[in-house]
């Protein structure tokens, strides 16, 4: 009897041992619980586009390689900066497109009153400056811009800010920015300034420049076009101022040409009168009389008042001949009246009589 109830006691557990086995299972699952929150909080990836800074104790480090990198959690620090381009505008709000009068209305040189709308882009260039060197380099680089745009926006008219001088404007700004942030040097470089939009603040006033634009458009058209005549017009022109030089030329060669050719016919004409003065006399005489005589026209008056034109001479020979052998008596002869043959007759007695002269 004794003996049976000694067996049961035996098999009851033992709670002291059942507790240090709970206790050790709970140890390890916050064992592991630590090593997993541990093990997270010292692995970190980074990007491509990215630039992680490292702080031990205070004392920071870049990272630039990308991948996964360990630290020591608790003990160092992890801030991450990006590498690429970013921008804000000045004026107006990206999401809502709302313009923001505070920072787009300004007054020009010649006191007109303009809203300007800019964008601007900048980079972080020493991650560690960028973080530490000030406490808000975005929010002084907006300062900065705003100043100097009102600045440069004061030393040009209205009508250079609307239209021809934004480009100049523009570098006008970043010019003085980026002088401005090297002296700063805070971490962060201006990339680009763009000026988005330009306008009045009133619709009147718009509407009035909209005009003025049109008009300084439809004047470069006109200066355009008037440069494409000149450009056609002044090369056909020396086209032919060259043809009527060559054609002068041409022509003045030729008079010169015919002018030595009839010199050199007068000289050999002249040596020949020299040797034979009465033979050349005669010569020159009936070579005249061949060129004169074809071209004259021969008209024969009648007895009874008629008239009849001869021509050419071959004709008035025939006739001639004809009427001679109708008129034997010799009393109905014909008067006639040929200015060439007497002309002829005087010139040929002119001619015997220089004959005379040079046989004399």
């Known amino acids: 009897m004794f003996g049976k109830k000694k067996s049961v006691v035996n098999e009851q557990k033992d709670p002291v041992k059942v507790g240090k086995g709970i206790g050790k299972a709970a140890g390890i699952v916050v064992l592991l619980l630590l090593v997993v929150y541990l093990s997270a909080g010292s692995v970190y990836s ?36 990006p590498k690429t381009i970013n921008g804000f505008p000045i004026g107006y709000r990206t999401d809502s497109d709302v313009s923001v009068d505070d920072e787009s209305f300004m007054i020009t040189r010649d006191y007109n009153f303009v809203n300007v709308d800019f964008y601007v882009e900048y980079r972080v260039t020493d991650p560690i400056k960028f973080l530490y060197s000030s406490e ?67 619709q009147e006033v718009i509407n009035a420049f909209k005009n003025v634009e049109n008009a300084k458009q439809g004047k470069e058209t006109s200066i355009n076009r008037a440069n494409q005549k000149r450009n056609e017009d002044i090369p056909a022109a020396r086209a032919i101022v060259d043809e009527t030089l060559k054609t002068a030329q041409a022509q003045a060669e030729e008079r ?92 040929a007695g002119s001619g015997q009589d220089a004959d005379l002269d040079a046989d004399d």
């Open 46 to 81: 980074l990007k491509e586009n990215e630039y992680a800074v490292v702080s031990t104790f205070g004392v920071p480090k870049v990272v630039e390689e990308s991948g996964i990198h360990l630290k020591l959690p608790y003990i160092q620090s992890l801030r991450k900066v």
């Open 136 to 202: 808000s380099p975005v929010n002084i680089l907006k300062m900065l811009t705003q100043s100097y745009i009102r600045d440069t926006i004061g030393l040009y008219d209205v009508d250079s800010v609307i239209t021809t001088g934004k480009n100049e404007i523009q570098a006008s700004i970043k010019e003085k920015i980026i002088g401005r942030l090297e002296q700063e040097d805070i971490g962060i470089q201006l990339v680009n300034i763009t000026i988005q939009d330009a306008e009045p603040p009133t």
């Open 256 to 347: 010169v040409n015919e002018a030595k050719g009839q010199v050199a016919r007068l000289n050999e004409l002249y040596a020949e009168y020299q040797k034979y003065p009465l033979i050349t006399k005669q010569r020159m005489f009936f070579e005249t009389m061949e060129e004169i005589l074809p071209d004259m026209k021969v008209i024969i008056e009648r007895s009874d008042g008629s008239t009849q034109t001869m021509l050419p001479l071959e004709s008035f020979a025939s006739f001639s001949e004809k009427a001679q052998a109708e008129d034997t008596d010799g009393r109905n002869g014909l008067g006639t009246s040929t200015a060439p043959a007497g002309k002829s007759q005087n010139a």
